[in-house]
T-cell receptor, first 113, second 115 residues
Framework: GENVEQHPSTLSVQEGDSAVIKCTYSDSASNYFPWYKQELGKGPQLIIDIRSNVGEKKDQRIAVTLNKTAKHFSLHITETQPEDSAVYFCAASMANYGQNFVFGPGTRLSVLP | ETGVTQTPRHLVMGMTNKKSLKCEQHLGHNAMYWYKQSAKKPLELMFVYNFKEQTENNSVPSRFSPECPNSSHLFLHLHTLQPEDSALYLC??????????????FGPGTRLTVL
């Protein structure tokens, strides 16, 4: 089955700097890669996703890149702000077969003022 | 708010107690999920319901018993739990399982502590 690894487990950056979180997956059939943000006391919330037919997607300060050959994808946050502090989870699935998400273990991002 | 509510938000129970967790979604979705979130571990999928029918049970011990009376409500009945069952239990919903690229909407979770 699918296995998703995520690095780093914790990340601290200064406000205004960029943050990068990387994930690798094992099943080459996976074709959908969402990223979820979980703030303290809340459930995970989708922030961006990418399908395997594109290599990059951007939404304001966040972007995701996908390398299908290497089976890894990354989340990039630019101009970080204190409200970006949260736990971020990547996931992989075979979306068009209605398969379940397999989540990475999470990255705790702290943005220091 | 995500449109998915969970009650109670916090629960402390003894190993011999029986309790239930409740989830309700106001999004018109037809698929609902229970996840377990333990410290430093990935989210673990427990159960999946699609149009009120259980489609997946990820080898979850029988002391956890799900119930889905309709597409808007999902329960997790708890009985004779162990301390290692202490975790955050998250409910999620999405459009029916056959829809591709299905975003899952999560509730805030129930923080369960088993003494």
């Amino acid at each position: 089955g699918e296995n998703v690894e995520q690095h780093p487990s914790t990340l601290s950056v200064q406000e205004g700097d960029s943050a990068v979180i990387k994930c690798t997956y094992s099943d080459s059939a996976s074709n959908y890669f969402p990223w979820y943000k979980q703030e303290l006391g809340k459930g995970p919330q989708l922030i961006i996703d990418i399908r395997s037919n594109v290599g990059e997607k951007k939404d304001q300060r966040i972007a995701v890149t996908l390398n299908k050959t290497a089976k890894h994808f990354s989340l990039h946050i630019t101009e970080t702000q204190p409200e970006d502090s949260a736990v971020y989870f990547c996931a992989a699935s075979m979306a068009n077969y209605g398969q379940n998400f397999v989540f990475g273990p999470g990255t705790r991002l702290s943005v220091l003022p | 708010e995500t449109g998915v509510t969970q009650t109670p938000r916090h629960l402390v129970m003894g190993m011999t107690n029986k309790k239930s967790l409740k989830c309700e979604q106001h999004l018109g979705h037809n698929a609902m999920y229970w996840y377990k979130q333990s410290a430093k571990k990935p989210l673990e999928l427990m159960f999946v319901y699609n149009f009120k029918e259980q489609t997946e049970n990820n080898s979850v011990p029988s002391r956890f018993s799900p119930e889905c009376p309709n597409s808007s409500h999902l329960f997790l009945h708890l009985h004779t739990l162990q301390p290692e069952d202490s975790a955050l239990y998250l409910c999620a919903s999405s459009q029916e399982r056959a829809v591709s690229y299905n975003e899952q909407f999560f509730g805030p979770g129930t923080r369960l502590t088993v003494l």
